[in-house]
């Protein structure tokens, strides 16, 4: 499957469907306000009806030119453009609530961290693996438990508050590679700006529906009155421009998110390298009685969220999904057409199959590694035999992790225990004094749990310390608001005790706080401020030089890795500033600047600042939760990385 021409493809057709629906939007707007116009002129004519069509054909500046008074037609204009944005505005802020708002009103339950439940640990399992790879937190995972249809969803406004939802029939149905197939698509979803598009789409959408209820109220308040009468009529005619809008509207949403499930599948590709995952996947559901059918009430309003189509009986024109014939056909080209049949016995026998191989080609990595003395001799996880990306090397990287550490990553207190470590000094006064800050907290137990694990995170590799930190983030997302903003204030005691904040606790700080900032504090946009790369330069200066620096060790090398990441971002007159001159202050305030910018230009300045650390082959640790953390305070996905993390 070419999945980059298919991803073209989709981007190109939804670029149209959605110039034509905001057209669609605004002649609906011009010809309400044309309607209304006409409407006001025959209230202020005198015995207008009594004269018919012969006042049409005079042309005195009383009759039809006032019409055309561009007063007039202003004043209407703003009125009716007015309430139709308020209605878009308050549609916009009723479905802003967040993904975890939405996973609840469709009856979700949030899969414990800790479970014990071997479908369940899968799912999780799976997302974890997902979101290391797409360079995103790990969101936390909804169960429908009621739902015995085979589907999977993704919601949320940004990737900080986004959640992931599976059926009850999705988890049993799936094996480990179909299920990752699902998740991947609905990654996509969220890492190709599908939520927020479908969010405005849906909010535009409503801006016609509030024409046509204005209409009906017009309607129904009429009399015998001529007076009366006409606005019963303008009642009326909106109530036309409503429907025909929200027909129109409504196909035209349809085709747009049948577009985003084609990206989605051909990004799921693009993530997961294994068409055959998620075009088994959707065999399975064609050959299954109840197919992807969701039963909840409110399944259609949030159709477009989902992987599979939830209402089986619709018409082609309003689908929000393509049929599954076509889906798979762009996967898998040379179907045989027939679909995959697999009792809950045949499923469980080729996972135990899979699991077997899983742990044959990890055995397989570890030998390699000591027969080279690879491990040895560089320190480098056995996981780099793998290629960059690839989600069996993340399930080791995982797996690597001590017991205790993965333990008490999946509980609320444990995750708290765990950044508290990863903050702590080396054996001096001024670790006595973060134990004794621990111990004020409120957290009962957290300062000698933190001496218990602390041996375990000063042996951890490097390169483990960011999937650690992300693998947190679900658990900590439980915690009560009180216990956050008890966590939040301890982690910057434990940072500020040294009177000064080093990279890497900047880094930590940024993470953790931006994505549990989504669920536990009122949320202000940012409103962009700067379009144009020339107004952050210095800025962006700043913050290439910093990573430039403490990515290489030799001064041509970071001249030469400042200058390809500078030309990536597009700014090709800045120059290198000296080691001395970045100071972590400056940096801080720099990468704030950089997320006042236009949305449109954040991938770009991201792409810099890959390239810079990709330059001499390799991504240090350092670099990547650097990028990271500036990723996390610009609202942006992480860029992919084409070199390994050593």
Partial sequence: MDFFTQQDKARRNTGWLVFLFVMAVLTLVLLTNLLIALTVWFMTQDDTL????????????????????WKLFGLIS????????????????????????????????????DTQDPNERMALNVVEEMALASGMPVPPVYLLEEEAGI?????????????????????????????????????????????????????LLHGIVFIGLVGELLARGHSNRRSDGRIAGLGLALIALGWLGTFFGSLIRAAVSRQREFLADASAVQFTRNPKGIANALKLIGAYSAGSEIGNQRRSEVSHLF????????????????????????????????????????????????????EVKKEEIFQQAVLTGAVLSTGN?????????????IRLEIDELHPTLAEHARNPLGAVVVCCGLLMHRPSDLQQQQIELIRQSGFQGAADSVMQILPLITTLQPGNRLPLMEMLLPALKTMSAAQYQQFKRLLLQLIRVDKQTELFEWCLFQIVRHYLAADFEPQKPRRPRHSELAQISDSYRLVLSLLAHYGHDQAEDAERAFNRGASAAGLYNIELLAEAECDLDSFMQAVRELADVYPLLKPRLLTGLRKCAEHDGQITPLEREVITSIAAVMDTPLPQFDSLVR
């Fill in 50 to 69: 009594n004269r018919g069509v012969s006042v049409i054909a005079q042309t005195d500046s009383r009759t039809i030119a006032s019409l055309f008074s």
């Fill in 78 to 113: 703003l009125g009716v453009a007015g309430a139709v944005l308020c209605a878009v505005a308050y549609k916009w802020l009723q479905l802003g609530s967040g993904g975890k708002a939405v996973a609840e009103s469709l009856g979700g339950r949030q899969i414990s961290p």
């Fill in 151 to 203: 589907n999977a969803f993704a919601a949320g406004n940004s990737p900080a508050d986004a959640v992931i939802g599976v059926t009850a029939g999705c988890i049993r149905h799936f094996k480990r590679d179909e299920l990752q197939g699902v998740i991947a698509h609905e990654f996509s979803h969220i890492l190709n700006g599908d939520m927020r598009l479908n969010l405005r789409l849906m909010a």
């Fill in 307 to 358: 992987f599979g189509q939830v209402v089986s009986k619709m018409s082609s024109l309003y689908a929000t999904h393509p049929p599954l014939v076509d889906r798979i056909l762009r996967l898998d080209p040379n179907w045989d057409g027939n679909y995959l049949y697999r009792s809950p016995k045949t499923r469980e026998q080729k996972q135990a199959e899979d699991e077997q191989a899983m």
């Fill in 381 to 393: 996880d056995p996981g780099e035999a793998f290629a960059a990306g690839d989600l069996d090397q």
